[in-house]
């Protein structure tokens, strides 16, 4: 396939611009024909990675790009070289560290990773289509930092995240940038800041940009590549694009982590979102117990299940991310007052090895020479493992869970977020007339999941024991073994029992567990009791220290 703009004339325009070109002038990308990438997926093994397009029909990667070229510019490539050793791969502690010692600005810390979006996103050969939306004013923001360094203005103590460019999931609110839920109807969506995102700032986090996902949160069509948007085009994974999946909903908060296009980025889940592109890109991701970070402002799902996470590099940086969003919201009904501790200093104190008790599913034990694998590394480690077969539990009516929820949830939160002048659905049945009436481009792969959401007659009190039903069961799952062995977490796969963490209300920390012999990352999963987050992160750590299993993706080195 061949490439409109190689990778050498970016580097040219990036280090020979001349003063007096126009911005208007400058063509940093064209749509290109994706009709043999196409061609060349149409037998996949997996089906829904058959795909129908790569690039999006509606984004102008040009619109998102050329506003903040001439500052991306100024970075030449030998500067961009020297850097890495400073950046690349590094923890959000080592990088501040860096800046502290004069080593670093915050300026170079935030054109240095548009440096590697440009360089990689602007090439269509080594393009993940992952950043869809950049924070005009984010280079501005870090000048204004570094001056009130160079000033002696900065506070004292500050948050460790004070100063890093981060990324979003676009169903996260965000100032300056449209919210699109990657969904056409959506395109104009101008809202102010979801709460988590008023968090980060107050905290002094730079807002990088907005990254794809799997549209309405892969809550749209069924059997469909997972990472599609209509908004975005499809996104892919950089240890083997078009190869390996993306994992999904929060494909561009995973790929965008493991190409090291921000220090870390944050994605929802209801039932995988996050537990699965951070094991399919090679990142650590976690997911919450509901309520200790706040949904206000976020596009939903399921009021039910929905919560936010951090997708970073390490341990370390996950646990600063998550305490730099936290905070009681009085807007959701599920935020918690209570304050847990121990969260931001999690990654630093890991649990001893030999103090940790495990539970270690037998079926994946004969299922997964990987797993099974690491499970006698951690016990040759001194961890204890108690190998049990989980209790068999119903999960009938799960989805009605999403259907009900969302055909509520969602005109709430337009009602409550977006401008009706900008935004023109109010409603599901509102969004399935929209997407109809240009299908070929709004929904390529079809709707099917929205149209059962109009079709499911569950009623309300159904729906609270449905509720109350897979709760119970999904505690039962885990609980059972837990409980009789006194286990700190129980040890998965991936997002293999996701639905049960969901259903349970229970967290759960993936952590990069090596790759498959085809090169695809696959991740040891812990799962734990409500609000045990501290514990799993301190465990999380002790394993990533003990078995250090991320390698870079090839080609973003």
């Known amino acids: 396939m061949r490439s409109v703009l190689p990778l050498l004339l970016i580097l040219f325009l990036f280090s020979c611009k001349q003063e007096d070109t126009k911005q208007e002038s400058v063509v940093l990308w064209e749509p290109y024909n994706d009709s043999a990438e196409v061609a060349a997926n149409a037998d996949h093994e997996i089906s829904r990675m058959r795909y129908k397009l790569i690039q999006s029909k509606v984004l102008d990667k040009n619109a998102v790009f050329l506003p903040l070229y001439d500052e991306v510019v100024k970075m030449k490539e030998e500067e961009y070289e020297s850097l890495k050793p400073l950046i690349l791969e590094q923890d959000i502690f080592s990088i501040g560290n860096s800046i502290e010692q004069d080593k670093l600005t915050y300026e170079q810390l935030v054109l240095f990773y548009l440096h590697r979006i440009y360089k990689y996103e602007l090439d269509n050969e080594t393009t993940l289509n992952t950043v869809i939306a950049l924070n005009e004013e984010v280079v501005a923001a870090a000048r204004k930092l570094d001056e009130q360094k160079r000033e002696g203005r900065l506070a004292d103590v500050r948050h460790p995240i004070f100063g890093m460019p981060i990324l979003l999931k676009d169903n996260i609110n965000t100032a300056g940038m449209k919210t699109t839920a990657g969904s056409i109807a959506l395109m104009n969506n101008e809202v102010d800041d979801s709460f988590i995102v008023e968090r980060l700032k107050e905290n002094g ?235 070929l481009v709004r929904i390529p792969y079809g709707q099917a999941l929205f149209e059962g959401i109009s079709a499911d007659s569950t009623t309300a009190e159904g729906l609270e024991e449905i509720k109350a039903n897979l709760e119970g069961n999904g505690r039962t799952f885990f609980d059972t073994a837990m409980d009789a062995h006194d286990l700190d977490a129980v040890l998965s796969i991936n997002n293999y029992h996701a639905g049960y963490a969901a259903v349970a209300k229970y967290p759960a920390l993936t952590v990069p567990m090596g790759y498959k012999a085809s090169g695809e990352p696959i991740s040891l999963t812990f799962i734990g009791k409500p609000f045990s987050e501290a514990h799993l992160l301190r465990m999380g750590k002790a394993f990533e220290d003990a078995f250090p299993k991320r390698k870079m993706p090839k080609g973003y080195q």
């Open 205 to 439: 986090a730079l807002i990088l940009g907005k990254v794809n996902l799997s549209e309405w949160a892969y809550f749209l069509c069924s059997g469909c590549p997972v990472g599609y948007s209509a908004v975005g085009g499809q996104t892919l994974n950089p240890y083997g694009r078009r190869i390996f999946e993306t994992g999904g909903s929060s494909s561009g908060s995973g790929t965008s982590v493991a190409a090291n296009y921000a220090v870390a980025a944050v994605g929802t889940e209801t039932s995988g979102s996050i537990l699965s592109p951070s094991s399919q890109n090679s990142v650590v991701g976690l997911k919450p117990t509901i309520g200790l970070l706040s949904r206000s402002g976020i596009v939903p799902i399921s009021s039910t299940l929905d919560t936010p996470g951090p997708m970073t590099k390490n341990v370390v940086d996950n646990a600063i991310l998550l305490s730099a969003m936290m905070g009681y919201d009085a807007a959701d009904s599920k935020s918690v007052k209570e304050e847990y501790l121990g969260i931001l200093s999690a990654g630093l104190n890991r649990e001893p090895l030999k103090t940790m008790r495990l539970g270690a599913m037998t079926s994946l034990m004969e299922r997964d020479s990987l797993y099974r694998e690491t499970v006698e590394e951690l016990k040759q480690a001194g961890v204890e493992i108690i190998e049990f077969m989980p209790p068999e539990v119903k999960m009938e009516g799960f989805l009605s869970i999403l259907n009900i929820d969302m055909r509520n949830d969602l005109p709430a939160y337009l009602k409550a977020y977006s401008n009706p002048d900008s935004v023109t659905i109010t409603s599901i049945a509102d969004a399935v007339d929209f997407n109809n009436a240009d299908s």
